[in-house]
C-alpha cells in the first residue's frame, strides 16, 4: 500500500501541470491504479462508479453540484426562488382558469355553438403542445433562464393582445399564441428542482402547488368583480399581473449551477453556488467542482435509450391522464353550473339517461361562490400529496390520486342535488391536483439534467394532448351524454393509475444524476450483489 502512496502522490504532482485525472479500481486481489490524460477539446466524465482512492486518501477532495447543494442546504436563496417560481405558476394558473370563465361568457355574447367555445379552450392547448417540447430543447441547449424568461415576456405580450380582441377569429389566434408562450412555463420546476436539496424538494415543489392554487382562487375572485362591471375583455387584461410582477423580477433569477457544469461551465457554477451560500450563510465544501460534461443535450431520442423508454412512455401517459382530467373537471364544473337544475332526465324510456342542458346563460354569483368552492379543493390536495409523497413515495402517490378521482366522479352518473354535485367534484379536483403535483415532483428526479427539461416538455406535450381532447368532451359530448362522459374521465383515470404503479424506478431520496452516463453508472452500481458481470466487480467499494 505505501507503494500505491507514493504512486498516488506522483500523480498528484504530475495533475498540477496537466489535464490527468487518475481512479483506482479494486478486483479480487489487488488495486489497480488508472491514470487517464484529458485531450484537449474533449470532455470524457468522470466513471462515478469506480471507488475513488484519492478521494479518500485526502489528496485530492472533490465535489459536485449535488453535494454542494446538499451542504449548502434549504434557506433564504430557495425562499426566494420559491416566490419567483411561484408567480410564474400563478399566471400559468390564472390563465388556465380563465378559460373555463370566458367561454360561457363568448357563447352568450357571440352566439357560439358548443363546438366553437370548445374550440377556444383547445386552441390554447394546441399552441401549448406545439411549443412544450420546442422550449425544453432551448432550456437544455441554451440554459434554465433564458427559456424560462422568454416564454412567460411572450405570454405576457400577446395576453395583453388578447384583451383588445374584436372578433371569434381573432381571440383564437391570439390565445393559441399564448399556449405557445404557456407551454415553457413548466421549466420553471427545472429550474427550481436543480437548488433543492433532496429532503426539501418533494415538498417544495409540492408546496409550488399552493401558488397554482391561489391563481385559480384569484381568477375567480378577479372574475366576480369585474365580470359583471367592466367585460371579459378587462379580465384578460388584468390576469397578466403575475406576468408583469415576474418581468420585473427575472433579472435575479441565476442560471443553473447542474447545467452549467454540464456545458463545461465550472466557474460559473461555482460563482452561483459560492451565491448561494452567501444568501443562505453556508459554505461552499472545499475542493474542485467536477461534473460530467455532455455536448449533446436536449435531444428527444435520448429519452427513449434503453435505460429510459419504458420511464419516458409511462410517464407521457400520467401527465396525459392528469391534464386530461384535471381540465375536463374544470369545465365540467363551469358547464353543469351553468345549465341550473344541472340536469333533466329524458323522458324517454328506452334510455332513461340525464342529459345537460348547455344553453345561454350568464355565470351568476352562485356558479362564481360554487366554483371557489371547487377551486379551493385543491388546497387539501396538496396536503394530501404533502402527507403521502415522502412517506409511501412517488408512484403509490399518484396511483392512489387517481384512483381516488375515479371513485369520486362515480355520483356524476346521477342528477344528484347541487350540492351533493359540488362535494364530489371538490373531492375529484383535489384527488387530481395532488396527483399532478406528484408527476411535477417525479419527472424532473428520474430523467438527468442533460435530458431533464426535455423530458419535462414532452411530458407536457402530453399533457397539452389531454387538454386539447378533453373540451370536446366535458363541452360537447356532455351535451348528449352524461354516461358516455363520465366513462371516458374514469377509464383514463385507471388507465393512469396502472401507469403509476408501473415506472420502473422510484425516485424518494435519489439524487439528481447530471448526465445519461452517471445514471447508467449509477444503475450498475445498484445491480444485485452476486453478479457475475466485469462491471458488478469492478464497481464494488472495499
Not at 180 to 198: D, H, K, M, N, W
Not at 285 to 294: D, E, F, S, V
Not at 436 to 449: L, S
Not at 521 to 529: A, D, G, L, T, V
Request: glycine share 6%; net charge neutral; aromatic share 12%.
Amino acid at each position: 500500500m505505501s507503494a500505491l502512496k507514493r504512486s498516488l502522490q506522483m500523480a498528484y504532482k504530475r495533475r498540477k501541470d496537466s489535464n490527468i485525472s487518475f481512479v483506482t479500481s479494486q478486483t479480487d486481489d489487488k488495486s489497480i491504479l488508472t491514470v487517464h490524460e484529458e485531450q484537449p477539446g474533449k470532455d470524457e466524465p468522470i466513471d462515478e462508479g469506480v471507488c475513488s482512492k484519492y478521494r479518500s486518501s485526502g489528496i485530492s477532495e472533490t465535489f459536485t453540484v449535488e453535494e454542494a447543494i446538499e451542504a449548502i442546504g434549504f434557506g433564504r436563496f430557495q425562499w426566494k426562488l420559491s416566490m419567483l417560481t411561484g408567480v410564474a405558476w400563478m399566471a400559468d394558473s390564472m390563465e388556465m382558469m380563465l378559460l373555463s370563465i370566458v367561454t360561457p361568457q363568448l357563447r352568450c355574447e357571440w352566439r357560439l355553438s358548443s363546438w366553437k367555445v370548445a374550440f377556444i379552450t383547445a386552441i390554447v392547448f394546441i399552441g401549448m403542445m406545439v411549443s412544450s417540447s420546442l422550449w425544453g430543447n432551448i432550456s437544455d441547449k441554451y440554459g434554465r433562464k433564458v427559456s424560462l424568461i422568454l416564454c412567460l415576456l411572450w405570454t405576457l405580450h400577446y395576453g395583453l393582445l388578447s384583451a383588445f380582441t374584436p372578433v371569434y377569429s381573432w381571440i383564437l389566434v391570439l390565445r393559441c399564441l399564448v399556449g405557445f408562450g404557456l407551454g415553457g412555463a413548466p421549466q420553471s420546476v427545472t429550474l427550481y428542482t436543480e437548488f433543492l436539496p433532496i429532503k426539501s424538494r418533494g415538498i417544495s415543489i409540492i408546496l409550488l402547488g399552493v401558488f397554482w392554487a391561489l391563481g385559480a382562487v384569484f381568477e375567480v375572485l378577479l372574475a366576480m368583480v369585474v365580470m359583471p362591471t367592466l367585460g371579459w375583455k378587462w379580465l384578460l387584461a388584468f390576469s397578466t399581473f403575475p406576468l408583469v410582477i415576474f418581468a420585473a423580477s427575472c433579472c435575479w433569477l441565476p442560471e443553473s449551477a447542474s447545467f452549467d457544469v454540464l456545458r463545461g461551465r465550472e466557474d460559473k457554477a461555482l460563482d452561483t453556488l459560492k451565491y448561494i451560500a452567501a444568501d443562505n450563510r453556508s459554505s461552499v465544501p472545499t475542493g474542485r467542482l467536477i461534473a460530467n460534461t455532455q455536448t449533446e443535450r436536449g435531444r428527444i431520442r435520448d429519452l427513449f435509450i434503453p435505460e429510459y423508454r419504458k420511464t419516458t412512455l409511462l410517464v407521457w401517459v400520467i401527465w396525459f391522464c392528469n391534464a386530461f382530467s384535471y381540465y375536463g373537471i374544470v369545465l365540467l364544473t363551469t358547464e353543469m353550473f351553468q345549465a341550473g337544475s344541472v340536469c333533466s332526465v329524458s323522458t324517454d324510456d328506452s334510455n332513461m339517461e340525464p342529459q345537460c342542458s348547455l344553453e345561454c346563460n350568464y355565470l351568476t354569483f352562485n356558479d362564481y361562490m360554487d366554483l371557489l368552492w371547487t377551486t379551493l379543493a385543491e388546497f387539501p390536495g396538496i396536503l394530501v400529496s404533502l402527507w403521502m409523497i415522502d412517506r409511501i413515495g412517488r408512484k403509490k402517490s399518484m396511483a392512489i390520486c387517481f384512483l381516488l378521482f375515479s371513485v369520486s366522479i362515480l355520483p356524476l352518473y346521477a342528477c344528484t342535488h347541487r350540492t351533493v354535485l359540488t362535494v364530489f367534484i371538490f373531492i375529484a379536483r383535489a384527488c387530481i391536483t395532488g396527483g399532478w403535483q406528484v408527476a411535477y415532483v417525479y419527472t424532473p428526479e428520474v430523467f438527468p439534467t442533460a435530458t431533464r427539461a426535455i423530458g419535462i416538455g414532452t411530458g407536457n406535450g402530453m399533457a397539452c394532448v389531454g387538454a386539447l381532447i378533453t373540451p370536446f368532451i366535458a363541452q360537447v359530448l356532455l351535451k348528449s351524454s352524461v354516461y358516455l362522459t363520465v366513462s371516458v374521465y374514469l377509464i383514463c383515470c385507471l388507465l393512469g393509475t396502472v401507469a403509476s404503479l408501473l415506472l420502473p424506478t422510484e425516485t424518494k431520496g435519489r439524487s439528481l444524476q447530471e448526465s445519461t452516463q452517471s445514471t447508467m453508472e449509477q444503475k450498475n452500481m445498484e445491480r444485485p450483489h452476486g453478479s457475475e458481470t466485469a462491471e458488478s466487480s469492478s464497481n464494488t467499494c472495499p
